[in-house]
């Protein structure tokens, strides 16, 4: 794996067409254990130019705040206290160059000797728990910060495993210095989703990368041991209902659990790499039983004993009113499709100030087929 992404890493580094202060680093940079370094301000053109204007008397965000296109013209000229001092000129990335992005990250999901084949459903959970720490009340958490690069965010236990997404992520982020992680982490969100045959999502640029003192508690992301009472504890805390709940928890189709990170075990559906509505169709049509082992209290089918179910899983057939939406979703996937969309979408963009979006209408990313067709 770690070849494959040494290889493909150079060759698009070479053609990549950015003009990016930073120049990229020719290391591979291997997984480690150990959180990335917080981002240099020069690689991140919405720090880059709020530290220029704090510079320049404490305007700080005024860039942020401002969101206007004439606010962001390379080179303004910014009056402060009678002095007028001339900002660096920042690298401005245009919807194209997110599509680069966006088709790199496309470009390095296939993995043959990882789990079934695919990074896709790693880096849709990496989205996910940098988005699902928002809590409405205090207004805080979310991905505008990227704050799980920080221990100890980066330690919890919810998000074991999810160094490997952040190491692939970084390589990323070498090749395209300016774009903040948030955006990084949510876009290749968005491309695994859309490239693993899901719905697209719309999305949108304009996180920053925040500072350690932005990390949040531990406990803001949910507890596959628990209940329903608990799902809508956390999931009405980031502001989502419960149909929202059920088209989310939807995802699970995706990808697997693994022992060494969350201590369950298993995938969920026979396609862990395509985005189907199964996990809806086999929570209700698949007998599920206890499984008979040492590890946490999961499910298991009775039929093939190879797909699991978390006890929080379980708990959306349990309770009456998330069971109306499962039922809805297991017969119809293109209102899933639809519902996904606009709910993970929304889990995206949670925390993140309007006004530092850089586009009022959030995008279409065309995925890597219509491109080329
Ligand atoms: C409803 C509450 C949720 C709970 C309790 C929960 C819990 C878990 C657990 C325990 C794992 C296994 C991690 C591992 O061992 O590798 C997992 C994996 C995953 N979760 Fe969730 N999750 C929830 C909601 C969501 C949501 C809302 C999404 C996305 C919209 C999501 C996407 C995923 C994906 C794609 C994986 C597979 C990751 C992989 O294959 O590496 N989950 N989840």
Same mark, same amino acid.
């Given at each position: 794996?770690?070849?494959?992404?040494?290889?493909?890493?150079?060759?698009?580094?070479?053609?990549?067409?950015?003009?990016?202060?930073?120049?990229?680093?020719?290391?591979?940079?291997?997984?480690?254990?150990?959180?990335?370094?917080?981002?240099?301000?020069?690689?991140?053109?919405?720090?880059?130019?709020?530290?220029?204007?704090?510079?320049?008397?404490?305007?700080?965000?005024?860039?942020? !705040?401002?969101?206007?296109?004439?606010?962001?013209?390379?080179?303004?000229?910014?009056?402060?206290?009678?002095?007028?001092?001339?900002?660096?000129?920042?690298?401005?990335?245009?919807?194209?160059?997110?599509?680069?992005?966006?088709?790199?990250?496309?470009?390095?999901?296939?993995?043959?000797?990882?789990?079934?084949?695919?990074?896709?459903?790693?880096?849709?959970?990496?989205?996910?728990?940098?988005?699902?720490?928002?809590?409405?009340?205090?207004?805080?958490?979310?991905? !505008?910060?990227?704050?799980?690069?920080?221990?100890?965010?980066?330690?919890?236990?919810?998000? !074991?495993?999810?160094?490997?997404?952040?190491?692939?992520?970084?390589?990323?982020?070498?090749?395209?210095?300016?774009?903040?992680?948030?955006?990084?982490?949510?876009?290749?969100?968005?491309?695994?989703?859309?490239?693993?045959?899901?719905?697209?999502?719309?999305?949108?640029?304009?996180?920053?990368?925040?500072?350690?003192?932005?990390?949040?508690?531990?406990?803001?992301?949910?507890?596959?041991?628990?209940?329903?009472?608990?799902?809508?504890?956390?999931?009405?805390?980031?502001?989502?209902?419960?149909?929202?709940?059920?088209?989310?928890?939807?995802?699970?189709?995706?990808?697997?659990?693994?022992?060494?990170?969350?201590?369950?075990?298993?995938?969920?559906?026979?396609?862990?790499?395509?985005?189907?509505?199964?996990?809806?169709?086999? @929570?209700? !049509?698949?007998?599920?039983?206890?499984?008979?082992?040492?590890?946490?209290?999961?499910?298991?089918?009775?039929?093939?004993?190879?797909?699991?179910?978390?006890?929080?899983?379980?708990?959306?057939?349990?309770?009456?009113?998330?069971?109306?939406?499962?039922?809805?979703?297991?017969?119809?996937?293109?209102?899933?499709?639809?519902?996904?969309?606009?709910?993970?979408?929304?889990?995206?963009? @949670?925390?993140?100030?309007?006004?530092?979006?850089?586009?009022?209408?959030?995008?279409?990313?065309?995925?890597?087929?219509?491109?080329?067709?």
């Amino acid at each position: 794996m770690l070849a494959t992404l040494r290889v493909s890493s150079r060759r698009v580094a070479t053609r990549s067409l950015h003009t990016s202060p930073v120049a990229p680093r020719a290391a591979f940079r291997k997984f480690s254990t150990i959180p990335p370094p917080p981002p240099k301000a020069s690689s991140n053109t919405a720090i880059y130019i709020g530290l220029g204007l704090a510079a320049v008397g404490g305007a700080g965000y005024f860039f942020l !705040n401002s969101g206007t296109d004439a606010s962001r013209e390379a080179g303004t000229a910014i009056k402060s206290a009678g002095q007028s001092i001339k900002a660096a000129t920042p690298f401005v990335p245009s919807k194209e160059d997110y599509q680069k992005v966006y088709n790199r990250v496309a470009e390095i999901l296939d993995a043959d000797d990882y789990d079934d084949g695919s990074y896709g459903p790693l880096l849709v959970r990496l989205a996910w728990h940098c988005s699902g720490t928002y809590d409405k009340d205090s207004n805080t958490g979310g991905s !505008n910060n990227a704050t799980m690069r920080f221990a100890p965010e980066s330690l919890h236990a919810a998000n !074991n495993g999810l160094v490997l997404a952040r190491g692939i992520m970084e390589t990323l982020h070498d090749e395209f210095p300016w774009i903040s992680y948030g955006d990084l982490w949510t876009l290749a969100g968005v491309a695994a989703i859309q490239e693993m045959a899901g719905p697209k999502i719309p999305w949108r640029p304009g996180r920053i990368d925040g500072l350690e003192k932005n990390a949040t508690p531990d406990g803001r992301l949910p507890d596959a041991t628990q209940g329903q009472d608990h799902l809508r504890a956390i999931f009405y805390r980031m502001g989502f209902d419960d149909q929202e709940i059920v088209a989310l928890a939807g995802a699970h189709a995706l990808g697997r659990c693994h022992t060494d990170r969350s201590g369950f075990d298993g995938p969920w559906t026979f396609s862990p790499t395509t985005v189907t509505n199964a996990f809806y169709t086999l @929570l209700l !049509n698949e007998k599920w039983t206890w499984r008979k082992w040492s590890g946490p209290k999961q499910y298991e089918d009775k039929g093939s004993k190879s797909l699991m179910m978390l006890p929080s899983d379980m708990a959306l057939v349990q309770d009456k009113k998330f069971a109306v939406w499962v039922k809805k979703y297991a017969a119809d996937e293109e209102l899933w499709f639809k519902d996904f969309s606009s709910a993970f979408a929304r889990l995206l963009e @949670l925390g993140v100030p309007t006004s530092q979006f850089i586009t009022a209408e959030p995008w279409e990313m065309k995925t890597i087929d219509e491109q080329s067709s």
